[in-house]
């Protein structure tokens, strides 16, 4: 089953670009490049979810999902790794996807999705990075 995820990125600093990863280690292409203005960004993006009758909770695949089996997560790219030439800005964002349950995950296929929202910006000010915290979670849409 595909089901699509909305990350609602919340007034990262502007002039920084920000995009999706897509693919693994070394090799991967950056999808939904956005050059922040300082306004929210929002991501959206396809996941595949498998493991329906045979797993108690939703195991997450596809090109943009990263991480170990009970781990997995997305990542936005940061400056560089967003494509932005000259950036001094050279990180990654991770995205958890945890606490996603089967019930969230049929209902979300049927009305649109699921949703998280994340602070674009650290406490200096600077853009955030390293694993979401705090992270709020995923809703459906």
């Avoid at 300082?38 to 595949?48: A, V």
């Avoid at 950036?87 to 945890?98: A, E, G, H, I």
């Amino acid at each position: 089953m595909n089901l699509t995820l909305h990350i609602i990125l919340q007034q990262p600093p502007a002039g920084i670009q920000f995009a999706l990863q897509k693919g693994h280690g070394n090799n991967f292409e950056i999808a939904g490049k956005q050059l922040s203005d300082g306004g929210d960004l929002r991501f959206d993006l396809p996941i595949e979810v498998k493991g329906a009758g045979k797993s108690d909770t939703p195991q997450f695949g596809g090109p943009f999902v990263q991480g170990p089996a009970g781990e997995k997560f997305i990542y936005i790219g940061i400056g560089t790794f967003a494509g932005q030439p000259g950036s001094p800005w050279d990180r990654r964002l991770k995205v958890p996807l945890r606490n996603i349950s089967w019930q969230m995950v049929n209902e979300a296929a049927e009305k649109g999705g699921l949703e998280t929202i994340v602070q674009g910006t650290a406490k200096d000010g600077t853009p955030a990075c390293a694993t979401v915290k705090p992270f709020g979670g995923w809703r459906v849409a």
